[in-house]
């Protein structure tokens, strides 16, 4: 009941702050996600995962201002999002706040195997939704690197290429552009300033199509062959160790030894090659390559989507200047 409270007057709040007229909105597409929220596959284990750029502190909750009301009532079509130890859950009152609205504690520095990460795998085996900033923290437009007229997102964490990978069965993957909240919530203002929004600011708030799984396993592939155009067609060699013996759904959570869920499955099925080495060091460098090029193609997914809403240098502002 306090979760569902705390989404409602949260909800409702972004709700009333986006339809005031302080501000703009512009949606797209936003029945890709409505669809996927709604999709039957959910109750058989299918999650949902969002992931964004991260441009400013009001990126969620305002964003999800933009729902259906109803949709803060169900815990299953309310997001679960990770957020960091150090930023939202310093002291009680906070913590308890956050964690009743589906947040999960995530430590800096902890690395991709902590219990955070877990749990998100876990709600989406269960056809929960999962919301990731791919970049772990706010990088606003004008911090972007570039080359020759074109802008890139920083790195996304490797998390997550590990959340999508380790669930049990394919999630509907949807990436999110966001545009417009660096404006309404600049950083490094000088206090007071800097906790109060800007007003008369124009929000974008963009869904792209579902990434296929069969993308995801067809780009792993091909890279896989580039590396080791040996292992490209060979079967796997009787008596040598490999890192997936037989599909294992959901086997190994937590083991950055091992490669589970439905990647794990797919490389099982096609006969567990992606690595052929009984070194424990080798197999960890090999799988932390899978989930760094996993993790690649989200990023390119959400920067194909971002430059198709604010231009080459992922910036409206740069944009309508042109």
Request: include cysteine; aromatic fraction near 6%; charged fraction near 20%.
């Amino acid at each position: 009941m306090a979760s569902t409270a705390i989404a409602v007057a949260t909800g409702l709040t972004c709700k009333a702050f986006l339809n005031s007229g302080l501000c703009s909105l512009s949606v797209s597409n936003l029945s890709v996600l409505l669809d996927a929220l709604k999709s039957e596959q959910r109750s058989n284990g299918r999650g949902v995962v969002t992931v964004a750029n991260h441009i400013s502190v009001l990126d969620d909750p305002v964003t999800w201002g933009v729902l259906p009301t109803k949709l803060y009532l169900k815990a299953n079509t309310r997001r679960w999002a990770l957020g960091a130890s150090d930023i939202i859950f310093t002291n009680p009152l906070f913590s308890a706040f956050f964690r009743a609205g589906q947040v999960l504690e995530t430590h800096r520095g902890a690395g991709i195997f902590q219990p955070a990460v877990d749990t998100a795998i876990h709600k989406l085996n269960e056809g929960g939704w999962v919301h990731l900033f791919g970049e772990g923290k706010v990088n606003q437009p004008d911090s972007y690197p570039s080359s020759n007229g074109v802008a890139s997102l920083p790195r996304f964490k490797w998390g997550v290429g590990r959340i999508i990978m380790e669930s049990a069965v394919p999630p509907i993957i949807i990436p999110m552009w966001l545009s417009g909240f660096d404006k309404l919530m600049p950083e490094h203002r000088p206090f007071p300033n800097k906790y109060f929004p800007r007003m008369g600011v124009k929000l974008g708030v963009a869904f792209g199509d579902p990434i296929p799984a069969e993308d995801i396993i067809t780009a792993l592939n091909v890279l896989r062959q580039s590396r080791n155009p040996s292992h490209s067609n060979r079967p796997p060699i009787p008596g040598q160790d490999t890192i997936i013996q037989e599909p294992s759904h959901g086997a190994g959570l937590g083991d950055e030894h091992h490669l589970g869920g439905w990647v794990g499955d797919a490389a099982a099925r096609a006969g567990g090659d992606l690595a052929v080495d009984p070194t424990l060091a080798a197999r960890k460098q090999q799988l932390d390559q899978v989930r760094s090029d996993v993790t690649a193609i989200i990023q390119r997914a959400v920067e194909a989507l971002g430059r198709k809403v604010s231009g080459d240098m992922l910036d409206n502002t740069q944009r309508t200047s042109t």
